[in-house]
């Protein structure tokens, strides 16, 4: 067994495109400059990975309640939360081709492609900006939010006074943002649209923030066992480098092909963002004075959780890849097969079957080439039990399950295939 670190990138961006996990945005139109879409199987693997989350941080969670907001709020929301004046990045331009780059991505003051002198940087903010409405004037100047996180904190009272949640307790969403990344790259890494994660955990200012710190740093590696990932590090960021509305900030980095690079955060962000858009204390227990709760944010990437779980799961052993997902986070759980495509009894029978098991998962369907080839084209795309109709299935109601990982097999009745299966799936 091999584990390739060798073109890892190149293999995993090849197989989403051949197997429609993820295609190059708009691709026949030329394309546009990092953009992507996700096929067939990739809208699955995201669907199930949010769905997760949702299930662990909102669904189970007596302190949690979720929101979908608007991708377009009030411009005044960014005034207040600091974005239009503070969210940007330093951008350094080639003198002699041009080219534009982040300067905290650079090493030298050399052009990293032709090696042209860089530009002093100066401050580009990343908010993407547009119109609302037909004229195109300063008045409907819009931005599309460049995190889900401020949401959260406008509705804050309203959530409040519908949910009556008492504190410690916290509101998530998931959802797209958009930021003008000047340098987009490294496949769904880094795109100018994504997707998003995102808890704010509202505590009492006179509670032990470190104790919930710890707890979410604690949860946050939960999630990762849950979804797979294992090459993730625990970074401390040092106190000089702290953005300013943050006491604490933890950074969950990720070794991909390309380097190891942050995957998700978490945040110690006071009471900044509130007091940014409440000019009275939003909120009162009953026998104290309004006041502001402290925030603790832990932000999750789809898309970067996505290619982690991603980079995580491949692997090359003899003449086979295997994409060795967790069950739960597969596009099918199962697949299919009639031994025999020209034997109508049996596609039939793997029909009938095939049906029924859809009721409760998503399932595949294959019955071209020999059964080997279809084991193989299932576990690249990482579907965990397949499941073969044979003269065996006709005469004793019985067909046979291949599991992924260990290639092992073995018969099981049909009247029981969807418990056993479902068990399984548990793994
Ligand atoms: P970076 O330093 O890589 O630009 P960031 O520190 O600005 O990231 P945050 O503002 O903390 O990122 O955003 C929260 C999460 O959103 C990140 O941990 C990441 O998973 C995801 N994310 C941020 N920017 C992008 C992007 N351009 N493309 C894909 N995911 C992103």
């Known amino acids: 067994m091999e584990k390739l670190e060798n073109n890892l990138m190149e293999k995993i961006v090849s197989l989403c495109k051949r197997r429609g996990f993820v295609f190059p945005g708009s691709e026949i139109y030329g394309g546009l400059s990092n953009s992507y879409d996700y096929g067939p199987l990739g809208v699955e693997l995201k669907n199930n990975i949010k769905n997760l989350w949702w299930k662990r941080f909102v669904q189970q969670r007596d302190d949690m309640v979720g929101i979908d907001a608007a991708l ?11 974005h239009l004046k503070e969210f940007s990045d330093p951008l ?3 003198s002699k081709c041009k080219r534009r780059f982040r300067a905290d991505h650079v090493n030298s003051k050399k052009c990293p492609d032709c090696g042209g002198s860089l530009s002093e940087p100066r401050q580009f903010n990343l908010m993407l900006k547009t119109f609302l409405g037909p004229a195109e004037e300063k008045a409907n100047e819009v931005y599309f939010r460049p995190e889900t996180a401020q949401s959260m904190f406008v509705d804050f009272k309203n959530v409040l006074e519908t949910s009556r949640k008492k504190l410690p307790f916290g509101i998530a969403q998931i959802g797209k943002a958009f930021r003008n990344e000047i340098t987009p790259g490294n496949f769904i890494f880094r795109t100018r649209e994504f997707e998003q994660m995102e808890i704010e955990y509202f505590i009492n200012p006179k509670d032990n923030w470190e104790k919930h710190f710890e707890y979410w740093q604690d949860q946050m590696k939960q999630w990762l066992k849950d979804i797979g990932v294992k090459n993730a590090e625990f970074v401390e960021i040092e106190k000089e480098e702290l953005a300013h509305y943050s006491k604490r900030t933890v950074d969950v980095e990720f070794k991909y092909p390309f380097g190891q690079k942050e995957l998700y955060g978490l945040a110690y962000r006071i009471d900044f963002d509130l007091k940014n858009h409440f000019k009275e204390a939003p909120y009162k227990e009953e026998e104290s004075d309004a006041f502001y709760p402290h925030v603790i944010e832990p932000t999750f990437g789809v898309d970067r959780s996505i290619l ?14 295997v994409l060795k997902l967790k069950p739960l986070l597969a596009p099918y759980k199962v697949a299919v097969f009639p031994l025999l495509k020209n034997k109508p009894e049996l596609v039939a029978k793997a029909k009938e079957i095939y049906a029924d098991l859809r009721k409760e998962f ?10 080997g080839k279809r084991y193989y084209s ?7 039990y397949c499941v073969t109709v044979d003269f065996d299935t006709l005469e004793k109601n019985e067909v046979t399950v291949r599991d992924r990982d260990t290639m092992k097999q073995e018969k099981v009745k049909i009247s029981n295939l969807k ?6 799936l548990l793994k």
């Not at 709020?73 to 207040?80: D, L, Q, T």
């Open 72 to 82: 377009i709020m009030n411009p005044k929301v960014w005034e207040a939360s600091g």
């Open 92 to 94: 350094v331009e080639c």
């Open 308 to 321: 982690a779980v991603l980079c995580d799961a491949y692997e090359e052993q003899e003449e086979r890849v």
């Open 362 to 371: 998503m399932v595949a369907f294959d019955d071209r080439g020999n059964i």
């Open 378 to 384: 299932q576990d690249e795309i990482g579907t965990p």
């Open 419 to 424: 418990n056993h299966i479902s068990m399984l």
